[in-house]
């Protein structure tokens, strides 16, 4: 049966920083057709999360204690290829670039990215097999 309702997507957000996880909670959670299922502090929780809530779009920190976002996102995708990664980093660094050509994820957005950006993100991942996106 085919149904009329729009698609909602499913967002666990994955950052060491309490500031910015509560943050995207309250912005994401104003955000029609967009579910937060989780907050997470480390790629560990991460993982764990992702396995539990099995969401559509992770949007996760690369650099975080206990295991990086980079590393995380390695094994959820290895788990749940179809699970689409976000990278989000206030990175500068030019090995970010090399870094982020050969890490499982499937975008990357800076942390000064306007809100309403990072939500396009957000549901261009939730409906394209592959974007490819970064903003």
Known sequence: MLSCEPQVLRVLVVDDHELT??????ALQRQAGL???????????????ADRHLPDVIIIDLQMPIMDGL???????????????????????????????TAK??????????LQDLVKVINRLGQRPAANDAC
Not at 21 to 26: A, E, G, Q, T
Not at 81 to 86: D, V
Not at 105 to 114: G, L, Q, R, S, T
């Open 21 to 26: 996880r509560v943050s995207l909670k309250l």
């Open 35 to 49: 579910e937060l299922v989780g907050l997470a502090s480390n790629g560990q929780e991460a993982i764990e999360m």
């Open 71 to 101: 590393s995380a996102s390695t094994q959820i995708k290895s788990d749940h290829p179809n699970i689409k990664i976000l990278a989000y980093s206030s990175l500068e660094d030019p090995q970010t670039e090399v870094m982020l050509q």
């Open 105 to 114: 994820v499937d975008a990357f957005c800076k942390k000064d990215v306007a």
